[in-house]
């Protein structure tokens, strides 16, 4: 007999951080921005006009392909753009992993990489992070069917110079190189000025993180003009109007006001440095993190514990129970305010420990 449930596709989806939705809560689980978005956006969001939602946005998205194109001083046959950067990444592994070899990404990175190498049948091979959660620019240097990598990493926060990301890209000309940047805003060198050196380069940023725009789901892919025909074609063929025109307009105001961006990043940064300090002093250790969050292991007591008592006290960061990062957590810089209670919270519970452990040794 014909059983159906031999013919669906089974997968194991990506599981985001959770969305809890409470008055109280410090949120540091999923990187997005403390800030508000632009004002500029506020403003084009009064001025949107709800009588053109009766229409179909523009297909070619010209409006924020224009706007992003202007603000990197590019042309705008050389940007994408998509519903969040997850689905550019989606798009780019349709069109250009096609091949019968293996794409190659780090063995601790973005865990929606395997998910989407899975969903399309991409053969993949993982390659270890060196002790120090670093890539070893070394083992991406093999034939293969393209590689893939954030800089920064996640969940690390590790930043890679940029000399080697170009040694990565040039040893694999034959091949498609993306370069996730997804948190490149918070201190990183950009990969992009290569994309007129490298026609196999795509460098793939997003609206969720720098320009807190998460809610709004914008993401961009920048590269030669060939790469982006070739996943327009792609996107045209599984939908037209990927973009609404709601996410057009306010990213298209977000990306212009280069002041607020500036502003926003800049009180990350500061914040993410006094955190770094601060966790120091409380026993944590870390790599050093270029990124909106901090990938923080503590001396003596489990994160998964951490992770736990943070929750009870409605503080949410990330704990992935995943091997060689099972003892870490993910934290979030969110604002100062946010990240002083978050201490002061933190600093209340390991006194907590050594109260405990002074009154066991008394009972003795
Ligand atoms: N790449 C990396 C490395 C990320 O951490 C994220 C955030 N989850 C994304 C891409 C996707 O972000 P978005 O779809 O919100 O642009």
Request: proline residues 5%; neutral net charge; hydrophobic residues 40%.
């Amino acid at each position: 007999m014909e059983n159906w449930e031999s013919y669906v596709r089974k997968v194991v989806p990506y599981v985001p951080g959770e969305q809890p939705d409470r008055e109280k809560m410090i949120k540091l689980n999923t990187n997005e921005n403390p800030y508000p978005p632009s004002p500029k956006v506020l403003e084009a969001l009064r001025q949107l006009d709800a009588d053109r939602l009766r229409l179909y946005p523009e297909p070619d998205c010209g409006v924020l392909v224009n706007a992003i194109a202007q603000y990197y001083g590019l042309d705008s046959s050389q940007v994408f753009v998509g519903v969040g950067s997850d689905d550019v990444l989606a798009m780019i592994f349709q069109t250009f992993f096609q091949s019968d070899r293996p794409i190659l990404f780090p063995d601790i990175t973005y865990s929606f990489y395997d998910v989407w190498a899975d969903l399309f049948r991409i053969p993949y091979q993982t390659k270890p992070l060196d002790e120090n959660f670093r890539i070893r620019k070394e083992d991406y240097c093999q034939r293969s069917g393209g590689v893939i990598f954030p800089n920064p990493n996640a969940p690390t926060g590790v930043l890679m110079d940029l000399s080697e990301v170009e040694e990565i890209i040039a040893a694999n000309r034959d091949v498609i190189v993306v370069v996730d940047e997804a948190y490149i805003d918070f201190g990183g060198v950009s990969a992009l000025p290569l994309i007129q050196t490298y026609k196999n380069l795509l460098v793939v940023q997003t609206f969720s993180k720098s320009r807190s725009l998460a809610g709004m789901r914008i993401g961009f892919a920048m590269g030669n003009p060939k790469l982006i025909r070739y996943i327009n074609d792609v996107k045209y063929s599984f939908n037209s109007y990927t973009m609404n025109r709601t996410s057009l307009l306010l990213g298209a105001a977000a990306i212009r006001d280069r002041e607020y961006f500036e502003q926003t990043t800049a009180k990350i940064i500061q914040t993410r440095e006094w955190l770094k300090q601060e966790l120091t002093d409380l026993g944590f250790s870390f790599p050093d993190s270029k990124s909106n969050f901090v990938f923080a292991t503590h001396k003596s007591v489990p994160a998964k514990q951490i992770f736990e008592a943070l929750q009870e006290r409605d503080i949410y960061v990330r704990y992935f129970a995943k091997e060689r990062i099972d003892n870490y957590l993910r934290i979030s810089v969110g604002t100062r305010e946010e990240m002083e209670q978050f201490i002061h919270i933190l600093r209340q519970y390991f006194a907590s420990f050594s109260f405990q452990s002074k009154s066991t040794a008394c009972r003795r």
